[in-house]
């Protein structure tokens, strides 16, 4: 991949002296498992840099595909922020929503621990580039005690440009004790360019409070799209994480979730939809580093014509987390028979009174089922339909936001009834 | 209204049906008996269309050959076959399925589709004849249904369905005497002059509650004996023991008071 290291006015410390974890951490190799199906000929194309703000203003033709949401928003174009799109006028009480960039000012602690990483921490190459690329996005802090019922919308829109044709952005969740709020993050794109986006959202919950975090992508499928979430879970706090991987040549979505205090509870859900030649990565951990934490991990695939998904799970169980209830479930449905679909667990428990369970699944639509429909007068296709979108509801059922819902059926086109 | 005539049936080249005979008139009630493996359900399904089975022989309902058709097109034709294990389908919404199946056979008859607020009545009527709690329909297509659940759910989209003809395969087998009950009055609110049933059991509990004009008896793939309800009762008495190990022609011609044993 290319990289500019040209300072941009104003950096402090310089994108240079960011990228120091560059050294120490070698591109991604089809040798690493967590990149193992990552098309790296087409990673090696991105070209990332200073993010500047991009001369175009969003295209009215993106703006329609966003999700209307009523609640606050922080639009980004190319990895800067768009005021003309964003609303973060008028606030409930108890939130802060500022940009990433005015974050640095306004909210320092919180951005400071943002990009605060070790070498060690920093899993892969992509980390360190939005490590030094990636200055502009969303801070949200929700202050203790206060419940939010709007969700507060992210967009990042991606219309690559030639002289740098990728973009890194970044999110902050902090929620206060006792807190709890919905945020959506909703990453689309725009043209036939190839280019791509690599996000990064850090999520810090305090004692007993709820997150609900929906992921959308849904970029072009001339673009790569890499996300990592990295959250950190106090006492009994509990996410809630959704995430809905459509778009993209490549999409990856990676969840480094931590439940640092007792009884916390994670529980991660999601569906990747594939056709064409798209390949669709998820790449779970959750650690387990507290006595009786609980977490879920259910994802699905739906996987068409020459499509790969892949499903990377892992559950680590820290010594003395005793008393952890960790499930792991993963179903594919292929639709083709060039479409494929790898499943991989990964479990490590170093605890005593651990509850870990797991299982995959890989098939084809059931005949069984096929049959009983067209008994009844559903024609084949129909059917087909009705037991496709019978497997990707199950995942679709979970999100209780009605606009978002609304929004995927319609994606998937599950538009009727 | 059926005129089944010589049928045969084989399913990974093992013959089952060899040869079968029936004609349903209008309004009537038919009980197929006979032994495990005899081809009870291989009939049912091979007038319903499942895949994998090599059909020989003739199947017509009101005149529309039935063999030459999709599943789809059978049961748009007005056939509608009660499963002996109705298949669970986690994630679609019963109503959603309902509305769907009944809409797809108007479509395929030139009528108008029916609107979800006006298929709530319609299938709340269902739901009272199977008597079925309130939520049921909200559950996804008999997943995680109990026994008598699932079979009530077969007589409901039945009744949603509103078919020429009924067959009902082991509709009463795994059910305690209340879903029986249930289901059976739910048979006999269904009965009228211009639909006809088939009931396809191996037990001759359910005749106490459904009266069949006929009882046909099938051995071997075959119709080896008809009459009317008396003959149910006399295998209930006796068992197949008559119609086993026979010359499968002489048995046909067999009188079926099993009095010339």
Redo the contacts between chains.
Sequence with gaps: MTVTTTAAAGSNPSPAERLEPMDVIDHPTKRDEAWRYAPHGELGRLSFGPQVASARSVPAEVAALIPKLDGPRIVMLNGVVDDAFSDVADLPDGLRLVTLADGVNQQPELVDAHFHRSAEDVADAFVALNLAFGRDGAVIDVAEGHELDAPIHIVDLVVPDEAQNASCSGVVIHLGAGSSATVVETRIGFGNEFGGSNTRTTITLDENATLDHVVLQDAPSTQIHLTRMEVTQGTGSVLRARSFNLGARYGRIAYDVHLAGESARAELSGLYVGTGEQTLDQQITVVHEAENCTSRQTFRGILDDQSTGVFNGGIAVRPGADGTDAEQSNDNLLLSNRAEANTQPRLEILADDVSCKHGATVGQL????M??????????D??RR??I??????VVHAVDIEPVRMWINERLGHTD? | MLHVENLTASIGGTPVLKGLDLSVGAGEVHAIMGPNGSGKSTFAHSLAGRDGYEIGGTATLDGADLLDMEPEARAAAGLFIGFQYPVEIPGVNNMYFLRTAVNAVRRARGETEIGARDFLAVAQEAMDLVEMKPGFLNRSVNAGFSGGEKKRNEILQMAVLKPRLAVLDETDSGLDVDSLRIIAAGVNALRDPERSVIMITHYQRLLDYIKPDFVHVLVDGRIVASGDHTLALHLDDHGYADYLNHELDDAAERPFSGASR
Excluded: N, V
């Excluded at chain 1, 059931?366 to 089922?369: E, I, L, P, R, S």
């Excluded at chain 1, 049959?371 to 084949?380: E, M």
């Excluded at chain 1, 979108?389 to 199950?394: E, I, K, L, T, Y």
């Design positions: 059931d005949d069984d089922a049959y009983y429909l067209r008994t009844r007068g559903i024609p084949a129909d059917a009705l037991l979108r019978g497997f990707a509801d199950q009834g």
